[in-house]
Nanobody, 126 residues
């Protein structure tokens, strides 16, 4: 089982940028598909973006397309989410997720993903 730990969250003004990181330990992530989800109080986890094990395939929720970029460095066992043009409705706890099986752009439900980090809070002020 891979252990995931997010970092990089914080408070930012609308229009600003943040870069989230997700460091993996226990197993290398080079054979894992990875994803970012987010959650606000009272709601389920919402798909943000996913990336295949080699980084060749990436998918984004419509709400973040063109503003967020997912990437990975398998040599460092780290996943990233570069967030730009942030809006107040991007405020949420952001989670990284991993699964060792094949990647599919249809895997946008939290139940599709096996391993999770503890989350990092992102707050965007207006």
């Amino acid at each position: 089982q891979v252990h995931l730990e997010e970092s990089g969250g914080g408070l930012v003004q609308a229009g600003g940028s943040l870069r989230l990181s997700c460091a993996a330990s226990g197993r290398t992530i080079s054979n894992y598909a990875m994803a970012w989800f987010r959650q606000v109080p009272g709601k389920g986890r919402e798909f943000v973006s996913s990336i295949s094990w080699g980084g060749g395939s990436r998918n984004y929720a419509d709400s973040v397309k063109g503003r967020f970029t997912i990437s990975r460095d398998n040599a460092k066992d780290t996943l990233y989410l570069q967030m730009s043009s942030l809006r107040p409705d991007d405020t949420a706890v952001y989670f990284c997720a991993a699964k060792p099986t094949s990647y599919s752009s249809r895997d946008r439900d939290a139940s599709d993903w096996r391993s999770w980090g503890q989350g990092t809070q992102v707050t965007v002020s207006s």
